[in-house]
Structure formats: C-alpha cells, structure tokens
C-alpha cells in the first residue's frame, strides 16, 4: 500500500568534503513508507544517515538515484517544490537558525506571509499554531528573553501556522536540556494524538523514540530495523551491533533477563519495568 511519503530505492551523495574529495554514499537504497497520521522516529548514530533523510522528505536534498514520493508529487519536479513544502515543513536542529522576527507573533506570521495568506487568516494561524505549542502568553515577547525548549516551540508553531500535513523534526532537542526536550516532545506528541498530523522525528535519544508508534534505525544509509518501538528494543543485541542504545529500562531489563530472572522480552520505560520487578518479586 502507498504511503504519504514513499521513499523509493534511494541513493544520496554529497557533491565533495571539505577539502574537495569525492564522498561515498550517504543514503545507501532506502526504501520507506510513511502512513498519513503516523509518528515515526527515525533512529541513528551521528553520520548514519538519519539527518540526510529528513532533508529529502521536503526537497532540501534531492536523490543522486531513486525517487522520493510526497503525496503522489515526485520531488524532483520543480513546479511541485511549493506544494511538498506546504504539506511537509521540517524544524532543524538549531532554533536560532529559523527565528527571523524581533517578536514572537511576527516570526510566527513570517512563513504565512511568503505563502501569501491574507492578514486576518494569519491572525487566526498564528493564534492557534501559538496555542497548540502552548506559547500562545508569550506572543508579544523577544525570542532572545525564552529557554531553548521555548524557542523550539515558537520554531514549531511557526511550521503549524502553515499548515503543512507533516512535520519533519529534525534532531529538534538536541541542543537544548532535559526539561527543554520534554517540553518539544511533549508539544510534537500532541500534534499527533490530538490533531493527527504525521509526525516523523529524527533522534538519537531512544526515550523520545519510545513514544512513537514506529521506529527505524538507520546505519550506514541503509534501514537495518523497523518496527514498533517494542519490536525494535527487543533486539538489544543487534542495536548494539550497530552502536546503539536502548532505553535505559530495557537495558536493565535485558541485563536481568541474561541473569537467568523470568521477566518479560522488553520493557519500554520505568513504570513497566518496575511493574516487571514488582510482579517477580511477589512470585517468589
């Protein structure tokens, strides 16, 4: 079945390095389906290819070979760029890099404007694209006075007030600390849930993967597992291969497990896993 993005047998390679030698693939035949509606996290260690990824889901990057499919709009035909990006917007890593007004609201606006909305339609997005990330009190203050979580938030908002039908975040709390990547996760998840919007998050941090309905890894431009966030963390052993991570809960439940403790295949967070312990305990 054909996906809202289909990514088709993609091929992707940097032009040159720093100092002007050729690069080898960066996307190595990726084949993808992302379902309208659906919150996907796209997993990776740094070069493995995650970031690239993301930038071809709104025609940022096009592919050296194969197609990537947008609403059934290939992105390599010019006269379709304006429409992938009104239905994909992507956040980048770095909010100072996106915020271009001196005041909340007007950087807001700013996207709507260049679309050509009229004034009073803006007023209306901005308000509710401020709302949904719950920044809506801040509308009148300087981005230099917010948090980093903050800012990401008001770079989101900006995203919404275009109304794309998928967000593209790519590494959005990378940069920020752990209250403020609670704060992007917690807005990105409402987004989802509440006003179904397709959501694909491209992280390193496997708690916010957890949440997602759906999780790739990626290694060396290719997909190597994909499944939901219970499927993929089951296979501690085979992450590990590819130099990464599990939830801190399903690692120790792991390490138990290979203690010979009957607990079940994969825990996802604290509460399961201490549910986990606490059932054991009281077995014995």
């Known amino acids: 079945m054909s996906g809202f993005i289909s990514v088709r047998n993609v091929y992707f390679k940097y032009d040159e390095n720093e ?18 509606g659906e919150f996907a996290a796209v997993v990776g260690h740094n070069g493995s290819g995650k970031s690239t990824l993301a930038k071809h889901f709104n025609s ?6 194969g197609d990537v499919i947008v609403d059934g ?23 100072d890099n996106q915020i271009v007004a001196g005041i909340v ?25 401020l709302k949904a990330v719950d920044m809506y009190e801040y509308r009148r203050h300087s ?12 770079a989101i908002a900006g995203i919404l007030a275009m109304e794309p039908e ?19 996760i917690d807005a990105v998840t409402k987004l989802n849930k509440e006003r179904g919007m397709t959501v694909i998050l491209i992280t390193h941090y496997m708690e916010e993967a957890v949440l997602a309905d759906r999780v790739i890894m990626i290694d060396s431009g290719k997909v190597f597992l ?20 599990v939830p801190q809960a399903a690692e120790l439940n792991y390490k ?13 967070d604290e509460n399961e896993c201490a549910e986990a312990l606490m059932k054991l305990l009281g077995s014995r």
């Open 19 to 36: 100092n002007g030698a050729e690069q080898g693939f960066a996307l190595n035949g990726v084949d993808l389906e992302i379902k309208k």
């Open 60 to 65: 940022i990057y096009l592919p050296t070979t």
């Open 73 to 95: 709009m290939n992105t390599k035909d010019d006269d379709s760029l304006f429409d992938i990006r009104k239905k994909v917007g992507l956040v980048l890593q770095n909010p």
């Open 105 to 129: 609201e007007e950087d807001v606006a700013f996207g709507c404007e260049n679309l050509g909305v009229p004034p009073k339609e803006i007023r209306k997005r901005v308000d509710e694209a």
């Open 143 to 154: 981005p230099d006075k917010l948090s980093g979580g903050q800012k990401q938030r008001i």
């Open 166 to 184: 998928c967000i593209v975040l790519d590494e959005p709390t990378a940069m920020l600390d752990p209250r403020g990547r609670e704060e992007v």
């Open 226 to 245: 994909d499944g939901t966030p219970r499927e993929v963390f089951s296979k501690v052993e085979l992450l590990k291969q590819h130099r990464l991570d």
């Open 256 to 268: 138990l497990r290979s203690c010979g403790l009957d607990l079940p295949e994969c825990v996802l």
